[in-house]
């Protein structure tokens, strides 16, 4: 049972599920218990790389055979709708940096259902602006890797930063979205003495092209990461 002070803010003060608006009073949140247990799964069977359907050799599909990518393998815990975009809405517009601790939970939880997200050495998270961060007064994407990095065990490094702003992802096509995004990020000061010769997970929120995880793989790829994928908390359309 909770103190008098946490019943008194949840009557003052009651939380509504990020998705459906229930009454999360004396239950734990973002997400109601339905809407958690309903986050949509991103559609299986899939290729590893874009997480469209198979049609090549596999695992990948026959648009990602014999391609070459800085970023090998692209996955997310969840497809962009219904609860999961809820999520993320929650967390990049409404400051709930719980929402973000939720998708990093799921996102751990996840991980099993992915073996091809395997042995890594360690985990760092797309980094945002500095005065974007300032705005929203966090990087959604430390908080989610945090969670991951809690769960596995693994070390989260601080080895990328993003070297100039851009136009939000979200308003720009495909075509626009690379590039916008070309040059973006940057290796900090020492990141190859802690990249090099590592398996590196880069760790986002949403992944819809794909062009995010490119861009960052290419910098620790740069540095000396023998090998680079990335996990999202969801996907939102194809990225190949």
């Known amino acids: 049972m909770g103190t008098y002070w946490e019943i008194a803010l949840d009557i003052l003060l009651p939380r509504a599920c990020a998705h459906c608006r229930e009454d999360l009073r004396r239950a734990p949140g973002p997400l109601c218990r339905e809407c958690a ?27 990602c055979a014999g391609r070459r990518f800085s970023c090998r393998l692209i ?67 430390e908080i989610i890797a945090r969670e991951v990095a809690a769960a596995t065990g693994l070390p989260l490094l601080d080895v990328l930063e993003r070297a100039r702003t851009t136009a939000p992802s979200w308003k720009l096509g495909r075509v626009e979205r690379h590039t916008e995004l070309a040059g973006a990020y940057a290796p900090r000061e020492g990141a190859a003495a802690l990249v090099s010769g590592k398996r590196m997970l880069i760790i986002d929120d949403v992944a819809a092209t794909g062009t995010t995880f490119e861009e960052c793989a ?23």
């Not at 969801?234 to 190949?240: D, I, L, Q, V």
């Open 37 to 63: 247990a309903g986050l949509p799964p991103p559609p299986e069977p899939a290729c590893v790389r874009c997480a469209g359907s198979r049609g090549g050799p596999a695992p990948f599909c026959a648009d």
């Open 75 to 141: 996955r997310a815990a969840a497809a962009h709708r219904g609860p999961a975009a809820s999520l993320v809405h929650a967390f990049k517009f409404r400051g709930s940096k719980p929402a973000a601790k939720a998708a990093g939970r799921s996102m751990a939880a996840a991980l099993t259902l992915h073996p091809e997200l395997s042995g890594f050495d360690a985990l760092t998270a797309v980094p945002i602006h500095p005065r974007r961060e300032r705005e929203r007064g966090y990087n959604q994407a």
């Open 218 to 240: 290419a910098v620790l790829r740069t540095a000396g990461a023998v090998d680079v994928s990335g996990y999202a908390f969801s996907r939102a359309g194809s990225f190949t």
